[in-house]
């Protein structure tokens, strides 16, 4: 079993929909989770940190941590087209290097 | 703002080539990586490096070396270019320590081509 594991998609949505990207993990030792938005031709970029289990929001942007059934969530509300991108996942323990899902390539149509 | 930057955004050689690719951060970040990134596959960790003249082998670090002299700037290098190694190579950096210091900052990326 792969350390993290991240549907590719695509996804394809209208614009307003309610998105939900997940990732599931093994290694129960992860403390850190964090999501990045990659845009077509960039580098990825944080879009979203959460330190354990919990919620935090940020805007249109929802991230979820559920340790006991080591599965993270992000979920963007009111989408638009300029959400179009590649959602990756990334997660570590303490001092150690990121690992990172594949990602989820997302696109939103106007 | 963070900055880091790859000298090349976009680089064609041909089989058997030692090709260089330089990234440099500003902002002092101790550790820095380097990345390919090829689809259905995703990122796959090459090398990283915690510290000047130090390195440590990735996930995939066969066919690659990298070079660290100063703090700033951490090089891949591909000794003999070979087609399959053709894919987008992401530098990052970041400071030590858990937490929001693990955050990895991305340079732009390199598509390189080997023909």
């Known amino acids: 079993q792969k350390e993290v594991e991240q549907d590719p998609g695509p996804l394809s949505v209208p614009e307003g929909a309610i998105v939900s990207l997940n990732c599931t993990y093994s290694n129960s030792a992860f403390q850190y989770f964090m999501w990045y938005r990659q845009y077509s031709r960039k580098g990825p970029e944080l879009l979203m940190y959460?330190?354990?289990?919990g919620n935090k929001e940020d805007g249109r942007f929802t991230a979820q941590v559920d340790k006991s059934s080591k599965y993270i969530s992000l979920f963007i509300r009111d989408s638009q087209p300029s959400d179009s991108a590649t959602y990756l996942c990334a997660m570590s323990q303490a001092g150690t290097a990121l690992i990172f899902g594949k990602g989820t390539t997302l696109s939103v149509s106007s | 703002d963070v900055k880091v930057t790859q000298s090349s955004r976009y680089l064609v050689k041909r089989t058997g080539e030692k090709v260089f690719l330089e990234c440099v951060q500003d902002m002092d970040h101790e550790n820095m990586f380097w990345y390919r990134q090829d689809p259905g596959l995703g990122l796959r960790l090459i090398y990283f490096?915690?510290?000047?003249?130090?390195?440590e082998k990735g996930d995939i670090p066969e066919g690659y070396s990298v070079s660290r002299e100063k703090k700033e700037r951490f090089s891949l290098i591909l000794e003999s270019a070979s087609t399959n190694q053709t894919s987008m190579y992401l530098c990052a950096s970041s400071f030590q320590g858990p937490g929001v210091y693990n955050e990895q900052f991305f340079g732009p990326g390199t598509r390189l081509t080997v023909l």
């Open positions: 490096s915690y510290d000047v003249k130090m390195k």
């Open positions: 959460t330190y354990s289990s």
